[in-house]
């Protein structure tokens, strides 16, 4: 079974700043989908940014990119000049690529402050 | 367009009770999921269904079961509750295939479901 850990219970980081969440994970699939997901006070998670395990080009979406490290099976998010609307619970989730549907595992979360 | 609508927002349960939760998919997505996250956790997957019938289920006891209608809106539910099954349930919804975007899941803003 996959296991998907976040190590960083909070983070904190000053508005306009860079900050770094770290997410590791366990499997031994090769074709696999890993994402990042934002949930805010709201309760709705919303997909911040998606990886393909198949592609070695870090993905990017706009202040936000990861650093993904398949042999080291590992998957950051770097948010850049973080904003007060960036604060929120951020998890990290992995997905089978074998076509086992849509099952997502998901991290325990990491609760990002902003200061202003 | 609509997102993914889930009812009711809020409700209480006393134990041994049961409850319906439902959820609308977007439009044109035939893939609905459910999650249940318990406070201060990442969410876990309890079940997905596709085209009407059921294509995975999580580490779930029996007393949770669920079906999805031919208009591809879903209904979960909970037998004889326990107060350990105090959660907010997310359904998700997504499109198949292999097209880019396919299977990424879209989030409601759950359910709260608090049982004493």
Same mark, same amino acid.
């Given at each position: 079974a996959q296991t998907v850990t976040q190590s960083q219970p909070e983070m904190s980081v000053q508005e306009a700043e860079t900050v770094t969440l770290s997410c590791t994970y366990d499997t031994s699939e090769s074709d696999y989908y890993l994402f990042w997901y934002k949930q805010p006070p709201s309760r709705q998670m919303i997909l911040v940014i998606r990886q393909e395990a198949y592609k070695q080009q870090n993905a990017t979406e706009n202040r936000f990119s990861v650093n993904f490290q398949k042999a080291a099976k590992s998957?950051?998010?770097?948010?850049?000049?973080?904003?007060?609307?960036?604060?929120?619970?951020?998890?990290?989730?992995?997905?089978?690529?074998?076509?086992?549907?849509?099952?997502? %595992?998901?991290?325990?979360? %990491?609760?990002?402050?902003?200061?202003? | 367009d609509a997102g993914v609508t889930q009812s009711p927002t809020h409700l209480i349960k006393t134990r041994g009770q049961q409850v319906t939760l439902r959820c609308s998919p977007i439009s044109g997505h035939k893939s609905v999921s459910w999650?249940?996250?318990?406070?201060? +956790?990442?969410? +876990?997957?309890?079940?997905?269904?596709? *085209?009407? *019938? *059921?294509?995975?289920?999580?580490?779930?006891?029996?007393?949770?079961?669920a079906r999805q209608f031919p208009n591809y809106s879903s209904e979960l539910n909970v037998n004889a509750l326990l107060l350990g099954d105090s959660a907010l349930y997310l359904c998700a919804s997504s499109q198949t295939g292999r097209l880019p975007g396919a299977n990424v899941l879209t989030f409601g803003a759950g359910s709260r479901l608090t049982v004493l």
């Open positions: 998957f950051s998010l770097k948010i850049s000049d973080s904003q007060l609307g960036d604060a929120a619970m951020y998890f990290c989730a992995y997905r089978s690529g074998n076509n086992a549907g849509n099952m997502l %595992t998901f991290g325990g979360g %990491t609760r990002l402050m902003v200061k202003p | 999650y249940q996250q318990v406070l201060g +956790q990442g969410p +876990q997957f309890i079940f997905q269904y596709y *085209e009407k *019938e *059921e294509r995975g289920r999580g580490n779930f006891p029996d007393r949770f079961s």
